[in-house]
T-cell receptor
């Protein structure tokens, strides 16, 4: 079964550092997403990406965040200057079409110290 | 008011029991509804979609009441492997596409 692959599985970074979280969506999927889940809290939408541009973003997705699909396969989330409160599990998701078709990656656990 | 609200539980039930979870959502424009399952520190996985007419998948039955903005999940003959957090998820369409809004989850623990 096709998978969404995320790397690294766990990243520890110092406050103020930049981090890039990487995702390889399923190859024929068209829509790409980042969600995050702070420990013990609900999964929250960050951003959606379609046709090489952001289609929607939440209030969480401020100027510190950016997304890119640099080479047609990878989909990255960059946090420019990490804060303690950015510590969370970050999930990438993709879908081809149809709302039933979301596939989530196994996540990257980001710990900001 | 939370967009998607669930009782966090935990629901502790013996194997073989029937258990029901409920969920309410606030956005009347929501168009698609789902139950996802999330194991500890893992990604959410789609359990089933929820249709207005109600739908069943093996031991799992989902119901939707659009008028009351209420969704339910019934699990019959609970197995140990059903222990997980069950997420009520709503999809809202807008001009930019769609996004999933998650409830906080209901934790189920099935005991031998």
């Amino acid at each position: 079964e096709p998978e969404v692959t995320q790397t690294p599985s766990h990243q520890v970074t110092q406050m103020g550092q930049e981090v890039i979280l990487r995702c390889v969506p399923i190859s024929n999927h068209l829509y790409f997403y980042w969600y995050r889940q702070i420990l013990g809290q609900k999964v929250e939408f960050l951003v959606s990406f379609y046709n090489n541009e952001i289609s929607e973003k939440s209030e969480i997705f401020d100027d510190q965040f950016s997304v890119e699909r640099p080479d047609g396969s990878n989909f990255t989330l960059k946090i420019r200057s990490t804060k303690l409160e950015d510590s969370a599990m970050y999930f990438c998701a993709s879908r081809y079409s149809g709302v039933d078709g979301y596939t989530f990656g196994s996540g990257t656990r980001l710990t900001v110290v | 008011r939370k967009e998607v609200e669930q009782d966090p539980g935990p629901f502790n039930v013996p194997e073989g029991a029937t258990v029901a979870f409920n969920c309410t959502y606030s956005n009347s424009a929501s168009q698609s509804f789902f139950w996802y399952r999330q194991d500890c520190r893992k990604e959410p996985k789609l359990l089933m979609s929820v249709y207005s007419s109600g739908n069943e998948d093996g031991r799992f039955t989902a119901q939707l009441n659009r008028a009351s903005q209420y969704i339910s999940l019934l699990i019959r003959d609970s197995k140990l492997s059903d222990s997980a957090t069950y997420l009520c998820v709503v999809n809202t369409h807008n001009n930019a596409g769609n996004m999933l809004t998650f409830g906080g989850g209901t934790r189920l623990m099935v005991k031998p």
